[in-house]
Structures are given as C-alpha cells and as structure tokens.
C-alpha cells in the first residue's frame, strides 16, 4: 500500500469490503481463485526473479549472523515442488466444499418457529508472517474461499517477493466483482503496529513465523491471535517399537525439512530400546547427516558398540537440561531414554509446544494412551511429524497451524476460518414473542425438535 494511505483507512477498506462482499454468490469467490492463479502462473518469471533477489539478499544477512540458514530456506520459492505445490493448493482450496452457509444445528422451537446454527466468515483477518513468500498465495485462496477480507505482511526478508505475489492477486481480483480491497499487502512494521489497535474493523489475527514474533504479536493487541509460537515435536519410540518403522519415521520426521514447525525435534527412547532399536535409529540419523544431543543412558549405548559409528565424534554430544526446550531447526535432535509411556507423556507435556508428536508402537494400548495422553494439536501412530499439515490432511493449503484450544487446532484450513451465527425465522402470520412462552395459563412449551437439513431452506 502507498506511504500516504493510514492504517486505519486501509483497516476500514478491507472491513468494507467484507461487507459488501457477503452479498455476493459463492461462485465470485472461486472465480476469483481461477483468475489469481492465471495471474500467477502468467507472472512467474518476474516473481521467481524477485524470489532470487530475496535469496541473494538473505544470504548476505546469513554471512553476516543475522538471520539463520533455517529461515533462508523457507524463502526460497523455487526450491523443488514449492511453487507448483504453491498453485495446486489453490486450485485445491478452489475445488473444496463451500465451508459457509453450513446448517450444523436445526430445531423447530414452535409451529412456524425456526432456529439454524449456519457457518459464516470470521470477518477481515490480519496475517503477519516471516520469510514463507507462498504464506501470501495460501492466505489469499483461504481468506477468499472462506469468505474472509484479508490483511497481509510478510518479512522484510521476502518483500520483492510478496511485492510480485501481491500484485498478481490484485489483478485476479480485478477481474472479478469482489472489492479491489478484498486482499491488502503492507510492507511496515509500523502499519502493522497501527492495525494491531483497530480491534474495530479487524477480527482475527494470525502470525505465522518464530517464537519471538508470535509472542510479540500476542502481547500487542487486544484482537484475537489465533497461531503457534514453536514447533517443538517429539517422536517417541515405546518398548514394542518396530525396528523398520522407528527408523523410517524417525529419520523422516527430522530430515525431510528440518526447518519446518512440524519438523520432530526430540527423540524419547524407551530404556528396552537401548542397545537394540535406537542403536539403529541413531547410525541412520547419522548416515543422514544428523547432530545427536543426547543424555548419559542413549550417548553411552552408542558409545559402548563393538564398532563406533561413522561421525560419533563429531556429530554425538551431550545434551543439555535446555536441549529440550530448543526448536534446532537444522539436523540437529535433542534424545532422552524414559522408563515408561507415563514418563513419556509426562515429559511431552511439560517440553513440547503442544503441535505435533508421534508414538512408534505396535501396541493398541499404548498408541490409545499416547493418542489420548498428550495434550497437542497432533497425536500420531507410527506416522512421521512432517504429515501436520493443511495440504497434507486434503484442505488444500493452511493459513498456519494452531495449538489454541479453542475455535481451531492443529492445520487451519478452511473450516477454521469460519464461525456461525444464529438465524431465526417465523412463518407465523403475526410474528413471535418470547412473551407466549413460559409457565402458566395460556403459556405454550417450546418444541425443539430437530429439523433434518444441512442448508437454510431461504
């Protein structure tokens, strides 16, 4: 948006522009998603030009210690299916169920008296996040989809990038009857300080990105902060864990992206497992390149076979009572050894930052335990942590992952961008009051029987 335009105007727009796009057909919206996706794959040269120059300029940040390889990597758009992942989950979002308009409660109070719980937009969000440039795409397609105005900021990281993004989602739009100011992108921190005071006119705001910036986000506004502030994901390897399963799981869940929040950070090892299943898991996580932090019992295991593993000098050490507590965000993994589930679930809840965690177990007992005992927004068997997400789960793409516990958990797609409303409707000739109701001559019961729809039948 240009210098000269405030954040409360640009607020206001985008709280008018959800208004007057409520009344407008479903249809508009997935339009609009065909004509952002033409753009986009019409702009792609520019807009992978604008990406190398980000890169170029995040490596010069990277050289000189100020921002992490970690987030680096998230910036690149042209990394391996990254943009065509980008495109598909458009496409996908598109093709979903409309999530508004949703009857999930009916009843009829009394002759020609009807209630409906019906599903509609949240209103108009504000989503600020670091680094990720395809965060602008998938917000867009959500927000759009779902029927939400929407608000966006990325990092300064990204900004020729989403600069680009941005455009070609404005000239989507402009080819359709939604309003011009349906989707915003800002470029200033101090515009996104200004809007995060305009409780008035922005209902919900979502980042997406460190620790640091989430907690800052939550402590700075009096709007709802729907996100996650780590991504602190366990693998636990129970006392009946398959050798082949442990091994694959584990080594996919840290090396698959290692900077992604959904990325498995800590490694539990059932004490059974020592010299037998982890001794395995360990040299495989090795072969791949992997840093192990680990305490007495699982260091000494590896310490103590016939033949040390290749890299056990350089990539084994001792962790740290804070090895736990850390999101390495690298190929580095943080191992404890535990003597129970109990001790496992119990440590899960007190280290993890509630995402995602996995069991590795051929125990229906265990995995219902685990499942049930640990309080996260995930809870896997035999699955590894990098399945945590929107597209991954069939919603087509997320406007990030939630570890609240209420409204929306886990991968937000679009049923967590969605609320409801009540309507009511009397068919009675004289109308209703809530004055004929009650205890006494002349007072009627209500009904409430269920009416069997999904829809509002006006």
């Not at 040299?283 to 103590?304: K, N």
Request: with cysteine.
């Amino acid at each position: 948006m240009g210098s000269d335009i405030t954040a409360e105007e640009i607020a206001k727009a985008a709280k008018v522009a959800f208004e007057e796009s409520q009344l407008l057909p479903a249809a508009v919206r997935i339009d609009a998603l065909a004509k952002i996706r033409q753009q986009l794959e019409a702009n792609k040269a520019d807009i992978l030009a604008a990406n190398k120059q980000d890169m170029e300029a995040a490596q010069v940040e990277v050289d000189a210690g100020r921002i992490s390889n970690a987030m680096m990597k998230r910036l690149d758009l042209g990394k391996g299916d990254k943009w065509d992942s980008m495109l598909k989950g458009v496409q996908d979002v598109a093709d979903l169920p409309d999530p508004t308009g949703v009857v999930s409660y009916a009843s009829q109070l009394d002759d020609d008296l009807e209630l409906y719980r019906v599903s509609c937009p949240i209103g108009v969000l504000l989503v600020i996040f670091e680094a990720r440039p395809e965060v602008v795409v998938n917000i867009a397609a959500l927000a759009i989809k779902s029927g939400n105005a929407a608000i966006l900021k990325g990092g300064k990281e990204s900004n020729h990038t989403t600069r680009l993004l941005a455009k070609a989602i404005s000239q989507g739009l402009a080819q359709t009857s939604l309003p011009s100011t349906y989707i915003q992108a800002i470029q200033t921190r101090a515009e996104v300080s200004a809007l995060l005071d305009l409780d008035r006119y922005i209902d919900l705001v979502i980042p997406r990105g460190g620790n640091s910036l989430v907690k800052a986000i939550q402590n700075s506004t009096r709007i709802p902060v729907m996100g996650h502030a780590d991504g602190l994901c366990h693998v636990y390897l129970d006392e009946s864990a398959d050798r082949q399963k442990a091994v694959r799981v584990v080594v996919d869940s840290k090396t698959d992206y290692p900077s992604a929040c959904n990325a498995a950070e800590t490694l539990i090892v059932h004490t059974s497992l020592l010299n037998t299943v982890w001794r395995d898991v360990a040299q495989a996580l090795l072969a791949a390149d992997v840093h192990l932090l680990c305490d007495s019992h699982t260091l000494t295991a590896l310490a103590s076979l016939p033949i040390i593993p290749e890299r056990f000098s350089s990539h084994v050490h001792f962790s740290t009572e804070s090895s736990y507590s850390i999101e390495h965000l690298d190929l580095t993994i943080s191992v404890i050894a535990l003597p129970s589930l109990h001790s496992a679930i119990q440590f899960i809840n007190s280290h993890s930052s509630h995402h995602t965690d996995s069991i590795i177990t051929e125990c229906e007992h265990a995995a219902s335990a685990f499942c049930r005992g640990v309080d996260s927004a995930g809870t896997f068997v035999n699955a590894s942590t990098r399945f945590a997400d929107g597209f991954r789960y069939g919603f087509g793409t997320e406007v990030g992952i939630s570890t609240g516990r209420i409204h929306a958990r886990g991968p937000v797609g679009l049923e967590g961008l969605v609320i409801y409303k009540y309507i009511m409707r009397s068919k009675a000739e004289k109308g209703h009051i809530v004055g004929e109701f009650g205890v006494g001559e002349g007072k009627k019961n209500f009904k409430h029987a269920a009416i069997a729809t999904t829809s509002v039948p006006f």
